[in-house]
């Protein structure tokens, strides 16, 4: 089993940047596809950005490609969301989210855990 702790969240005027990290424990970590997802009120949570288990491969939404940026370092067990150009639209509480069996996670059926999420508030 993996526990996520999410950090790095905060307030940020438009155009600013976050770096958001996910901590993951267990020995397995290295074994898990890893994503980010993101809920805003009142509205249905949505993929961010989804990473392979070792780092090879990632996916985005369109709504963040190009300004947004997912990585691993599977010796510190944690993976980030640099996030660049922010946008008043992406203000959410971001979810870091991990699938045990190393399926690309892409959908929010896809992760078996979940963090408990950051809020992320964009001014403009």
């Known amino acids: 089993q993996v526990h996520l702790v999410e950090s790095g969240g905060g307030l940020v005027q438009a155009g600013g940047s976050l770096k958001l990290s996910c901590a993951g424990s267990?020995?397995?970590?290295?074994?898990?596809?890893m994503g980010w997802f993101r809920q805003a009120p009142g509205k249905e949570r949505e993929f961010v950005s989804s990473?392979?288990?070792?780092?090879?491969?990632?996916y985005y939404a369109d709504s963040v490609s190009g300004r947004f940026a997912i990585s691993r370092d599977n010796a510190k067990n944690t993976v980030y969301l640099q996030m660049n150009s922010l946008k008043p639209e992406d203000t959410a509480v971001y979810y870091c989210?991990?699938?045990?069996?190393?399926?690309?996670?892409?959908?929010?059926?896809?992760?078996?855990?979940w963090g408990q999420g950051t809020q992320v508030t964009v001014s403009s």
């Open positions: 989210a991990a699938n045990e069996r190393g399926v690309v996670v892409l959908t929010a059926r896809d992760p078996d855990y």
């Open positions: 267990g020995r397995t970590f290295s074994g898990h596809a």
């Open positions: 990473i392979t288990r070792g780092g090879g491969s990632t």
